[in-house]
C-alpha cells in the first residue's frame, strides 16, 4: 500500500503497542488524588482482559516533580530512571508503561537524549553501577497507560455493561477530552495521533458511545504547570488558566471531561470549587459543576463497577448527575464509606458549587 | 466570596467580533494614512515624553483598532506635539494631524 498525502502524515503518529507483558509504574501523585484509578487499570488489564502486568515496590518516583520545577538536573532525573529500567530488566519485561504523563514525558525524553547522545547513556550507566551496582536494558516499547486502554477499547466496549449515552434523551453523552501536556506537545511522535490530533482518549470515546466535542481552548494546559501551582503566589496564574479553558468550553455544555494526566483532572475538579467560590459561576447544570474523570474510571464505569468502590467519591464535583444520565445505579448512603465499609467521614459542603 | 490568597486574572482576551469600529471608519475617513502604519515603533522610541508617561502612538493605533478607546485616549493626553515622531515615521504619515484628528473623534465625549 502507498501512503500519500495526509494518510503518510498521518501514519507517522501511529504508535505501536505490544498487547501483552507490560511493567508497570506508578505515578506519584494519582494515588492521593484519584486512588481508584490506577487500581483499576491493574484491575481491567490483569482480570478482566487476562494480560500479564508486573509492578514492583521497589520502583520509586520519575523525579519529574523536582525536575521541572528546576530543583535537581537532567543527569539525576536520567539515573533514577535508569534505575527504574533495571527494575525492570530485573523483572524480565521489555514493555514498560507509566501511569503518569509527566513520568511518559520524562522517559521519552531521556530516551531520545540517549538516542541523539549515547556518551550521556554510557555516563548514566556508570552512575547508576557507582550508585547501587544496577544494570539495565532499554525498554522495547515505551507507553502511556491510556496507550494500552486505548488498545484494548474495542474489548472493553464488547464487555461494557453501560455505554456513554444519555439515557434521558437517548443521545450520546457530550464528552469535553483534555490530553496532558506532557503526552505529546514534546514529542509528537510518542503519542497516538500526535501533538495536534492526539485521537488517544477520543478513540476510547467514539469506542464507548459518546460524542466528543470540540472548542477553542481544547488544546489549553489544564492550569496545573508545576511552577504555576507549586509556588503560591502564581496560583493565581494556574486558576486563570482553567477559568478560561471552561469558559471557553461551557457553551458546548459538555456532561463530563475525560482526562489522561495525573494534574489534570485534579485541577479541573478542585479549581471548580475555587471559580465557584471566588466568580460565584457553575459549568453544570442546576449549579453542578462538570464531572472530570480518568479515562480509568471511565472504563470502569463503563464496564459496570460500582462508582463508589472505584473512587468517585473523592471528587469535589459530584458525579451523581452523570451516573443518573449513565443509568447507572448507586447508592447514596454508601458513598462515604470505603471498601471494608468504614466510614470515610462527610466533607464540608462547599457554599455555591452543588454537591450531593 | 472567599479569599483564597490568590485570585483569576482579568482577561486579555479581545473578541474583534464585538469591537465597535464605528469611530475607527471615521477617523480613516479623514486620516487614509492611519492604515499605512505597520507599527515599527519609531515614533515611540523617540517619543521624549514616552519614557515618563507610556505615550507610544504605535500602541495607540492598535489599542484604537482593538477596541481599547479609553486606554488610548488617556495614552493621547500625554502628547506634546512637539512632532518627532512625523519626523522619523519611515511611511511618511503626518503623525501629529493623526494625533489631532484621533484626540477630535474619540475624546469628543469629553469635552
Avoid at chain 1, 36 to 56: P, Q, S, W
Avoid at chain 1, 85 to 101: P, Q
Avoid at chain 1, 320 to 336: H, Q, V
Wanted: proline share 5%; aromatic share 12%; glycine share 8%.
Amino acid at each position: 500500500m502507498i501512503y500519500q498525502g495526509k494518510q503518510k502524515i498521518w501514519a507517522d503518529y501511529q504508535k505501536e503497542i505490544p498487547d501483552n507483558r507490560w511493567f508497570y509504574v506508578r505515578s506519584c501523585i494519582r494515588q492521593n488524588f484519584f486512588p481508584g484509578a490506577e487500581r483499576m487499570f491493574l484491575e481491567i488489564c490483569r482480570n478482566v482482559l487476562g494480560k500479564d502486568f508486573f509492578e514492583t515496590e521497589y520502583h520509586t518516583t520519575c523525579g519529574g516533580i523536582a525536575y521541572h520545577c528546576d530543583t535537581i538536573p537532567q543527569e539525576t532525573v536520567m539515573t533514577i530512571i535508569a534505575r527504574q529500567f533495571a527494575l525492570m530488566t530485573e523483572a524480565g519485561y521489555e514493555n514498560y508503561v507509566a501511569s503518569c504523563i509527566t513520568s511518559f514525558g520524562n522517559y521519552a525524553e531521556t530516551l531520545e537524549t540517549w538516542r541523539e547522545f549515547p556518551e550521556v547513556e554510557t555516563r548514566i550507566r556508570e552512575l547508576l553501577w557507582k550508585a547501587c551496582r544496577r544494570e539495565f536494558k532499554t525498554p522495547k516499547y515505551l507507553a502511556h497507560a491510556s496507550d494500552l486502554i486505548y488498545k484494548y477499547r474495542n474489548e472493553i466496549a464488547a464487555r461494557a455493561k453501560f455505554r456513554l449515552i444519555n439515557r434521558f434523551t437517548g443521545e450520546p453523552l457530550r464528552v469535553v477530552e483534555h490530553i496532558g501536556c506532557h503526552y505529546s506537545k514534546m514529542f509528537p511522535s510518542k503519542g497516538v495521533g500526535g501533538a495536534e490530533y492526539p485521537y488517544v482518549l477520543c478513540g476510547m470515546i467514539e469506542a464507548w458511545g459518546g460524542n466528543v466535542i470540540d472548542y477553542p481552548e481544547r488544546r489549553h494546559c489544564c492550569g496545573y504547570g508545576f511552577r504555576q501551582y507549586h509556588v503560591k503566589a502564581n496560583r493565581g496564574y494556574s486558576v486563570s488558566n482553567t477559568y478560561k479553558k471552561f469558559e471557553s468550553m461551557e457553551p458546548y455544555h459538555p456532561d463530563f471531561i475525560i482526562t489522561n494526566c495525573p494534574g489534570c483532572p485534579y485541577f479541573m475538579d478542585r479549581w471548580q470549587y475555587v471559580i465557584a467560590e471566588t466568580e460565584g459561576k457553575t459549568y453544570g447544570e442546576n449549579g453542578y459543576g462538570i464531572p472530570v474523570l480518568t479515562y480509568e474510571e471511565v472504563a470502569s464505569l463503563v464496564l459496570g463497577y460500582n462508582p463508589w468502590d472505584i473512587g468517585l467519591q473523592l471528587h469535589q464535583v459530584a458525579v451523581e448527575p452523570l451516573l443518573d444520565k449513565l443509568g447507572i445505579e448507586y447508592d447514596p448512603d454508601a458513598k462515604y464509606k470505603g471498601l471494608n465499609k468504614k466510614d470515610l467521614l462527610r466533607p464540608e459542603l462547599p457554599g455555591i458549587l452543588k454537591c450531593c | 466570596m472567599m479569599d483564597f490568597g490568590f485570585k483569576i486574572s482579568p482577561s486579555s482576551t479581545i473578541n474583534l467580533d464585538k469591537v465597535d469600529l464605528e469611530k475607527f471608519t471615521r477617523l480613516h475617513e479623514i486620516e487614509p494614512d492611519v492604515y499605512k502604519c505597520m507599527a515599527c515603533g519609531s515614533c515611540s522610541s523617540t517619543c521624549p515624553a514616552g519614557r515618563f508617561s507610556g505615550m507610544s502612538l504605535r500602541k495607540v493605533i492598535l489599542d484604537l483598532q482593538r477596541g481599547k478607546e479609553k486606554e488610548a485616549v488617556a495614552m493621547m493626553k500625554n502628547c506634546m506635539l512637539c512632532g518627532k515622531c512625523t519626523m522619523v515615521c519611515p511611511r511618511g504619515i503626518n503623525t501629529r494631524h493623526l494625533i489631532l484628528s484621533i484626540y477630535r473623534i474619540y475624546a469628543e465625549d469629553e469635552k
